[in-house]
T-cell receptor, first 117, second 111 residues
Framework: EPEVTQTPSHQVTQMGQEVILRCVPISNHLYFYWYRQILGQKVEFLVSFYNNEISEKSEIFDDQFSVERPDGSNFTLKIRSTKLEDSAMYFC???????????????FGQGTRLTVV | DQQVKQNSPSLSVQEGRISILNCDYTNSMFDYFLWYKKYPAEGPTFLISISSIKDKNEDGRFTVFLNKSAKHLSLHIVPSQPGDSAVYFCAASYAPEKLVFGKGTKLTVNP
């Protein structure tokens, strides 16, 4: 069964350092997303990406964040200068055709636990 | 702002009985609702969804009910099994690319 894969599973970084979280979405999917979950809190939307550009982003997704699809298979989230409050579980997700057309849902990866020290 | 609310942080039921998980929302623009299940150290897994043009959707042991006038949806699991023990997230959407999640309800099904 196709799945979304994320690497690494756990990343520890020093405050102020840049970090790149990597994701390989399901191959025929068109929409890509990043969500995060701070420990004990709800899953929060960060950004969605379609047709090689950001289609929507939340207020959390400030200038410190960027996303990229450097090739046909990877989708990355970069945090330029990490802060302690960036510590969270980051989930990548992907979906197929617009769910309005086909009702497809977002499929999530296992997550990357980011710890900023 | 909590546009999607799951007011019960936890629920415990006996194996074989019905589990009812509730979710309320405030944004009347939402037109698509989903339930995700999450095990520890794993990503959310899609369970079942419902469009706002329907009031019920059933898939095996799982049924989602939508009451638009009350801005309320619920997930029924019957019969409940120990393997159903997980955190269940309600999510809603009014745009194809964005899901708004509730905080989750931890379901424990006791053998």
């Amino acid at each position: 069964e196709p799945e979304v894969t994320q690497t690494p599973s756990h990343q520890v970084t020093q405050m102020g350092q840049e970090v790149i979280l990597r994701c390989v979405p399901i191959s025929n999917h068109l929409y890509f997303y990043w969500y995060r979950q701070i420990l004990g809190q709800k899953v929060e939307f960060l950004v969605s990406f379609y047709n090689n550009e950001i289609s929507e982003k939340s207020e959390i997704f400030d200038d410190q964040f960027s996303v990229e699809r450097p090739d046909g298979s990877n989708f990355t989230l970069k945090i330029r200068s990490t802060k302690l409050e960036d510590s969270a579980m980051y989930f990548c997700a992907s979906s197929g055709e617009s769910r309005r057309a086909t009702g497809t849902e977002a499929f999530f990866g296992q997550g990357t636990r980011l710890t900023v020290v | 702002d909590q546009q999607v609310k799951q007011n019960s942080p936890s629920l415990s039921v006996q194996e074989g009985r019905i589990s009812i998980l509730n979710c309320d929302y405030t944004n009347s623009m939402f037109d698509y609702f989903l339930w995700y299940k999450k095990y520890p150290a794993e990503g959310p897994t899609f369970l079942i969804s419902i469009s706002s043009i329907k009031d019920k959707n059933e898939d095996g042991r799982f049924t989602v009910f939508l009451n638009k006038s009350a801005k309320h949806l619920s997930l029924h699991i019957v019969p409940s099994q120990p393997g159903d023990s997980a955190v269940y997230f309600c999510a809603a959407s009014y745009a194809p690319e964005k899901l708004v999640f509730g905080k989750g309800t931890k379901l424990t099904v006791n053998p």
